[in-house]
């Protein structure tokens, strides 16, 4: 039986525009505005195939299950990025079937053409107002469509390799007893089989009127992946003659100590006046280790050295790294809103040197705050009325109000400006495969409940006694760590539940750091 409109005592005319608008919200309900019925349910049926999935998935990852939801049925993309293609097609068809609704909505609700042809800037009238309806309609098909390329584009990344490192097709040792040709990458795709996943941060201060990169921040996380348990060790950027594992190459090598520029003396540090251990600045190691592939290996032989390093201090093996520069830590900021932060002091700099290189009179009032990417990096790194040591507090806070202020709907909409500061400025070796173990894995973390140390002289765990995880200084005063004291406190922070850590290290709680 055909599909006529129905007879209805008075004659009434529909509006093309209005019948074009609800499919353009519903497809079929603007058919059954314009009298077609049987019309209107086949593309409400068509609808509701598409529409109920998607809206019983929304209620139950915001309202019910929450992002864990949302992780489990991103993990087939994160393992195989080409899967985003289909959803990609799946949107395409989607818009086609909405902009054939929208116009025969219209089409039905005008009727048919009169015989005689009307004014031609009528006709022109009518046009333009269909295809801003279907200009409309595709709107959010093109904000999904151009994120779903965003996502394709940064899973499919190279995230690994620094361009900074030298070309080399020597072999070398990846720091963990193992030859592997610099070319290469031995890249971990999942947590260990026991115990922790130990992540190593590092903010790259590399820019205008700056040479090569340097790592003004390191801070090793350390996660249990069954509890959450976590722990936050900060490594300051000044330690000089660091150890090296004996076992290593590096514990042989004779050339010189990088960059030369790596003291704040401007001057080499002989390797023959160190033996068994790294001569220059802690902040160096990265660099160093680009500049030599052939002692480290990978694909990113500055991550290699510095996880190999930063590890035997620390006495445990650092499975994953992420660098990234301050600018890029800028971009990302504003990408997501900015962050909450509770500032326990005024901080103020008369010259403070901006990521173009410029300079400029800078504070920041104590209390309750909300800071943009330029005003965080302030926060995080300003060294004015402070010291590198302050400066480590600061830069756990930063850490912190990102782990409890990133939403995922923020990133979401952000991602047009957060995937190419991204790209720029971030290196890692978490394998695109492990983000969702990952973002399970920050579930489980209580921010409230990290154990927190700062390894640099006059700690205050240790006020009023002569303990410190400095042995000793230099000639020209840079501080040399206490390997053994500093790798004893490490496990006994990783062997305790938070809690009990913090009592037992006599450690001050974060939140007591960062208000």
Known sequence: MPDVPRPSARV????????????????????????????????????????????????????????????????PFFRNPDLLGVLL?????????????????????????????????????????????????AVPHGWVGRRNLL????????????????????????????????????????????????????????????TGIRTDSMIVVSIDPET??????????????????????????????????????????????????????AWDIYAFGLEHPELFGGQNSGATAAKTLLGYLLGIEIHYFAIVDLEGFVDIIDAIGG??????????????????????????????QHLDGHDALFYARSRQQSDDFNRMNRQRCVLEALAE?????????????????IEESVRTDVAIASIPDFLDLMSKVNTDEIVSIRFMPNAPEFSGTPTSYIANWTDDGFPIPDRDFIADTVDTALSLPPLEAIQVLNLQPLDDVCG
């Open 339 to 368: 962050i909450d932060i509770t500032i326990p002091e005024d901080l103020y700099d008369p010259a403070y040197p901006n990521e173009d290189g410029t300079t400029e009179e800078k504070r920041l009032s104590a209390g309750a």
């Open 228 to 281: 959450g348990w976590t722990a936050m060790f900060g490594i300051p950027r000044n330690l000089r003659r660091m150890p090296v594992p004996p076992d290593h190459a590096i514990a042989t090598f004779t050339g010189g100590a990088g960059t030369g520029s790596s003291s704040t003396t401007g001057s080499t540090v002989p390797w023959s006046n160190c033996p068994g251990c790294f001569p220059a600045l």
């Open 405 to 421: 202020g990133s939403d995922p709907v923020e990133l979401l909409q952000g991602l047009p400006s957060i995937v190419p500061a």
């Open 151 to 210: 996502l394709y584009d940064v899973m499919t990344h190279d995230f690994v390799s620094d361009p900074g490192q030298v070309t080399t097709t020597t072999a070398a040792d990846d720091g963990t007893g193992t030859t592997v040709p610099s070319t290469t990458s031995s890249v971990p795709t999942a947590f260990p089989s026991e115990g922790r996943v130990n992540l190593l941060l590092m903010g790259g201060d590399a820019g205008v009127g700056r």
């Open 12 to 75: 009434r005319s529909p509006n093309p525009f209005l019948a074009a608008i609800l499919s353009a919200v519903i497809p079929g309900a603007g058919q059954l505005y314009a009298g077609r019925p049987r019309r209107g349910r086949v593309f409400l049926a068509i609808t509701a195939v598409f529409v109920i999935p998607a809206v019983v998935l929304f209620l139950m990852v915001f309202y019910i299950e929450g992002v864990g939801l949302a992780v489990t049925l991103s993990r």
């Open 89 to 137: 097609l799946a949107n395409a068809v989607l818009l086609v079937f909405r902009a054939v609704a929208v116009v025969d909505a219209f089409l039905i609700a005008r009727g048919p053409s009169p015989g005689r042809v009307g004014r031609q800037g009528a006709a022109s009238a009518v046009l333009l107002g269909l295809a801003a309806i279907l200009v409309i309609t």
